[in-house]
């Protein structure tokens, strides 16, 4: 178990910031953004950063990250032009990408330590997580820069020659699946190709927009601080629990649908909610496979993901074997279709996209099949990729893959609050 805290061991000395834009000439003008794209809350930068160990220092000296990624990111923007330009209004008010050609904020920075001095960046990270984050000095006449961005970028190079790639990318251009798509364009060509094997297709007019679609107020803070988690969970604990589902279904389950069931199950036992109580697990689904008239093109980056709600009582939850809980995810899941075309026609009342800061819910998200495991910039697959949170009065549980060569899975929490913590990480351990 990790709990959350950071001190700070090494210094950040960031050498140089610029603008890379496409490295040959890119189309210009207006392109629409989809309905899920303009969704309030999508104006957020999701923040990230991918360890990557490199090579020992002297070994392949020539070759630099810094170099090789920046040089990487022009190419992969003459493909991907609309990361290089400004989200902007249009005539009618609605959020559109100005295609400028302008480019992507790129920034440079040292660590004076090896990143084994720092534990890798596992949790508590031992380096200020806005250290290696890109947060430019924007020019003065421009204050108000950020809200315009699509991307920052900023790799810090340790002394043992791994490095860290921070990256900073606004939710309205792109889902997870999409970014990683992005990073992996930037891979290949790091790696040596000309151009990204896929190419890129802008495609919002495929995304559903409904008529009247009812869209929810945005989260309230409150002054609840919910702790940061983070937990390695072993191939031998999965395997428990989806043998013995199997035993009592006759039915084969997953380990999102274990891990997640775990979770809810073990957060509403220790917050200890009132018999009757409602409480809430949500969590995105690709919904690229709910689309088939007509079907998204290949090469789709933009958003296109559902978040499911599944509720019950608390008891249900809470004093019911995991099986049962597992049950009600997977039930959920299936609704998919349904739902989302019913969602699609404008025939929900409720906003299944609003984010709520209500304790009794708790939002999941899968990181571990995104693709963020697999980019490889000419160093090999990262040790393991971090995904940031800022706000710590919404209940969230992330599941990414543990560091490199460990088998199992990892989740990230944030869901619970100090004195909760010790209750909830106990209840995770369990194996009834």
């Known amino acids: 178990m990790r709990s959350g805290g950071a001190g700070a061991a090494a210094a950040v000395t960031r050498v140089a910031q610029r603008v890379v834009a496409p490295s040959a000439p890119t189309p210009g003008g207006e392109l629409p953004l989809s309905w899920l794209d303009r969704y309030p809350t999508q104006r957020a930068l999701i923040e990230s950063l991918h360890v990557f160990k490199g090579r020992a220092a002297g070994d392949?000296?020539?070759?630099?990250?810094?170099?090789?990624?920046?040089?990487?990111?022009?190419?992969?923007?003459?493909?991907?032009?609309?990361i290089?330009?400004?989200?902007?209004a249009n005539d009618a008010g609605e959020l559109v990408v100005d295609c400028t050609g302008?480019?992507?904020?790129?920034?440079?920075?040292?660590?004076?330590c090896t990143l084994e001095e720092v534990d890798y960046l596992e949790y508590p990270l031992m380096v200020p997580k806005d250290e290696l984050l890109p947060h430019p000095t924007y020019?003065?006449?421009?204050?108000?820069?950020?809200?315009?961005l699509i991307l920052l970028v900023q790799v810090t190079q340790f002394e043992c020659g791994g490095f860290v790639v921070g990256f900073r990318f606004s939710h309205a251009v792109a889902d997870g699946p999409g970014a990683a798509q992005f990073m992996s364009a930037m891979g290949e060509i790091a790696r040596g190709r000309s151009a990204p094997s896929l190419e890129p297709a802008w495609g919002r007019e495929v995304i559903p927009s409904p008529p009247?679609?009812?869209?929810?107020?945005?989260?309230?803070?409150?002054?609840?601080?919910?702790?940061?988690?983070?937990?390695?969970?072993?191939?031998?604990?999965?395997?428990?629990?989806k043998a013995r589902f199997l035993d009592q279904t006759g039915h084969r389950c997953s380990a999102f649908e274990v891990l997640i069931a775990k979770a809810w199950q073990a957060r509403t036992r220790a917050f200890a909610f009132a018999r009757g109580s409602p409480v809430h697990v949500c969590f995105a689904m690709n919904a690229r496979p709910a689309l088939r008239s007509p079907a998204l093109p290949d090469g789709f980056y933009g958003n296109c993901y559902y978040i499911m709600r599944v509720s019950a009582p608390a008891e249900a939850v809470s004093d019911a074997p995991l099986s049962d809980v597992v049950r009600l995810i997977r039930e959920g899941k299936k609704r998919l279709p349904a739902e989302f075309a019913r969602w699609s026609r404008g025939e929900l009342e409720a906003d299944p996209y609003r984010i709520t800061s209500d304790y009794r819910t708790l939002l999941v998200s899968d990181w571990s099949r995104l693709g963020f495991a697999e980019v490889d910039y000419g160093w090999g697959a990262p040790v393991h990729v971090?995904?940031?949170t800022n706000l710590d009065y919404i209940a969230t549980c992330i599941l990414v893959r543990p560091s490199a060569h460990k088998p199992g899975a990892r989740l990230i929490t944030q869901c619970v609050a100090a004195d909760g913590v010790d209750a909830f990480h106990r209840n995770m351990m369990r194996l009834d």
């Open 60 to 82: 392949d000296a020539g070759k630099s990250p810094v170099e090789a990624i920046e040089r990487a990111l022009a190419a992969a923007l003459v493909s991907y032009y609309p």
């Open 139 to 148: 020019p003065a006449d421009d204050p108000l820069a950020e809200d315009s």
């Open 102 to 112: 302008e480019g992507v904020w790129f920034v440079e920075a040292t660590a004076c």
């Open 386 to 388: 971090v995904p940031l």
């Open 84 to 88: 290089a330009g400004r989200l902007a």
């Open 212 to 241: 009247a679609a009812s869209v929810g107020p945005l989260p309230i803070p409150t002054e609840l601080r919910l702790q940061y988690l983070a937990m390695d969970i072993s191939t031998e604990y999965i395997d428990h629990f």
